[in-house]
């Protein structure tokens, strides 16, 4: 299993729908996913269908010590499971404190179904907080969605500071940023351009080939409890996240 965090600390960039998106299109793909609801948010929970009233949840795997294979709940996408968020994750971070090992809980629970799946897909919360340390500490690979706008570049290097501090203090020795995906994506826009250029020039190949045009599909499909592909046929939000399927299974899988 490859894990994945769909990781920026700015919200609304776009790392939710990546996530639902890329686990529906890679379980089409007849890899097995499995997405870890890392936002109190839950976000990625609802837009995946998934709408229990009493469930085991992330909270319960990371602060109670949970066997993950409890918290683990089937979708409305194919070959794409679930550990779901809810608000109790909110007080994670003051709950932990000081508590040794608190920054590889995650990693430990997911060493645990290694076996059992693929992919495992992280969607971080949009902060720099213990989730996102845990996240950090359990990921192979740093897929930062990214919006051409003009703050991007700052939060760029303030993710790429975090992911330094990580790495330089042993919690993940191999964290880097590996691929930019640029989201909502409008080549009318002359500002897109131009940041993307800035972006293709300061990192080169780290940026995706794939870019996520902004679409209306994607942004109704949550409502749905639907990925873009199970519910819209032959969108170009849909048609998007299937190329940045290829993509990154070429890349990494
Ligand atoms: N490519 C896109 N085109 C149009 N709307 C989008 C696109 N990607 C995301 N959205 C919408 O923008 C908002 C923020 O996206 P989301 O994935 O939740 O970001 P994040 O998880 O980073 O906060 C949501 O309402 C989502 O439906
Ligand atoms: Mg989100």
Known sequence: MITIAV?????????TTT???????????RKKALVIDADPQGNASSGLGFQLDDFKSLYDVLALGEDPKWAIHSTSADRVSLIASNINLV?????????????YLLKNALDTVRDEYDVALIDCPPSLGLLTVNALAAADRLLVPLQCEYYAMQGLSLLAHTV???????????????????TM?????????????????????????????RNVDLAAAPGQGLAIRDWVRNSRGGEAYHELALEVKKLWL
């Open 7 to 15: 990781i920026n600390q700015k919200g609304g960039v776009g790392k």
């Open 19 to 29: 996530c639902v998106n890329l686990a529906a299109e890679l379980g089409a793909m």
């Open 91 to 103: 007080g994670f971070d003051l709950e932990m404190g000081g508590a040794k090992g608190r920054e």
């Open 164 to 182: 330094q501090m990580v790495r330089e203090s042993g919690v993940n020795p191999d964290a880097q940023i590996d691929a930019i995906l640029l």
């Open 185 to 213: 994506y409008n080549p009318n826009l002359r500002l897109t351009r131009e940041i993307e250029a800035q972006i293709r020039e300061v990192f080169g190949s780290h940026v995706l080939k794939t870019v996520i045009p």
